[in-house]
């Protein structure tokens, strides 16, 4: 004879096995967190970098149609928009609009510069001069 079954057999994780996978879980997100968050900060410089090399194009561009570089006072903004004092400008020199800097910051363009005919750089996440890591200006120079 078979011991009858219960009809509504239950059967939970004890507190124990909880917290061994709640444990699990929090060293796995230890591990990978970090991680893939740095993957994140490297990928923002090497847009910011790729940007840097796109405004040279067409920096480069607009010397060639122009002349010479555009002044500081004018800026980046002329190689979108034409200025009404040039008549060789042959432009948009950029595809879209004036790209901010993956941080949201403007782009910083001198000319001329300390470091070339022009500088043109980003001054990284935190927007300060100087610093390290994901901090550190990039610059076309």
């Known amino acids: 004879m ?3 079954t219960h009809p509504i057999s239950q059967r939970g994780f004890t507190l124990l096995e909880l917290l061994v996978v709640m444990v699990i879980i929090g060293l ?3 591990y990978v967190g970090p991680k ?3 993957q994140i900060g490297k990928s923002e410089v090497k847009a910011a970098r790729a940007q840097i090399d796109a405004l ?7 010397r060639l149609d122009v002349g010479r570089y555009p002044s500081t006072e004018q800026g980046l903004a002329v190689l979108v ?3 009404a004092d040039e008549p060789k400008w042959a432009g948009p020199y950029l595809s879209k609009a004036l790209p901010k800097d993956p941080w949201g910051q403007d782009y910083q363009y001198r000319s001329p510069g300390e470091h070339g005919e022009y500088d043109l ?3 990284g996440k935190d927007g300060r001069p100087g610093g390290e890591g994901e901090d550190a200006d990039l610059t076309s120079w």
């Open 56 to 62: 040279t194009k067409s920096l480069d561009q607009f």
């Open 81 to 83: 928009a034409k200025p």
């Open 121 to 123: 750089l980003s001054l």
């Open 28 to 30: 796995l997100a230890g």
């Open 2 to 4: 078979s011991t009858p």
């Open 36 to 38: 893939f968050f740095g």
